[in-house]
């Protein structure tokens, strides 16, 4: 059975020519009777399709976000300039609103416009909570996904659905959407 190793748009080398070239299409090999592809081939626009073997990423972890590389993201909170603590008082957190921060100097990150957070601040709590639990549910999401592959025939069927949910979740994180006015036109 084989998986993708590289995805669509992807930059990589073509160790056969020795050039630099993108991804245009994954070509999984399928046979009758089989859930998984028997082998994965990549068109990269040189004339014929190559194996996993014969392209290099551009980086060695491209695709692949090791333990720890997402960093240590955090719900910080800011001082709303428009409301004082006490204009705010039905809020969780009177006179102030939530910031995820993504980046170890706090500068990139999430925010909300003060205006949706005084709509509904609970839901917005609530979602910077799960903003900042993003990275350890992508640790869990990858584990299972890894063990799905590795010990499909000890697994029960539950950990066997959960992992392909997992993989289909992290596909969605690592594939390069398509451009929005091609598939409109495409429709």
């Known amino acids: 059975m084989a998986k993708a190793t590289f995805h669509k748009n992807q930059k990589v080398f073509v160790k056969p ?8 299409r994954v070509s999984p090999q399928w046979v009758k009777g ?6 994965v081939l990549y068109d990269v626009g040189l004339g014929r399709e190559f194996s996993a073997a014969e392209l290099v990423p551009d980086r ?6 090791e333990d720890g590389a997402l960093g240590f993201w955090r719900v910080l909170r800011v001082r709303n300039r428009l409301k004082d603590g006490s204009e705010g008082a ?8 939530p910031v995820v921060a993504t980046d170890e100097k706090n500068w990139g990150g999430w925010r909300v416009p003060s205006a ?3 709509r509904d601040p609970e839901k917005v709590e609530f979602q910077a909570r799960m903003i900042e639990a993003t990275p350890h549910l992508f640790q869990i999401a ?12 000890d697994l029960p069927l539950e950990m ?15 594939e ?6 091609s598939r409109k036109a495409a429709e």
Do not use: M, N, S
């Open 17 to 24: 020519v020795g050039t630099w070239a993108i991804v245009e």
């Open 34 to 39: 089989l859930d998984e592809p028997l082998k």
């Open 160 to 174: 066997i659905e959960l992992g392909k949910q997992a993989e289909t979740v992290l596909r969605r994180i690592h």
């Open 142 to 153: 990858k584990t299972l996904a890894r063990q799905l592959h590795e010990h499909t025939d």
């Open 116 to 118: 949706e957070y005084d």
């Open 176 to 181: 390069t959407p398509a451009d929005p006015t």
């Open 90 to 97: 039905d809020q969780p957190f009177p006179g102030t609103f």
């Open 60 to 65: 060695p972890d491209q695709g692949h976000i």
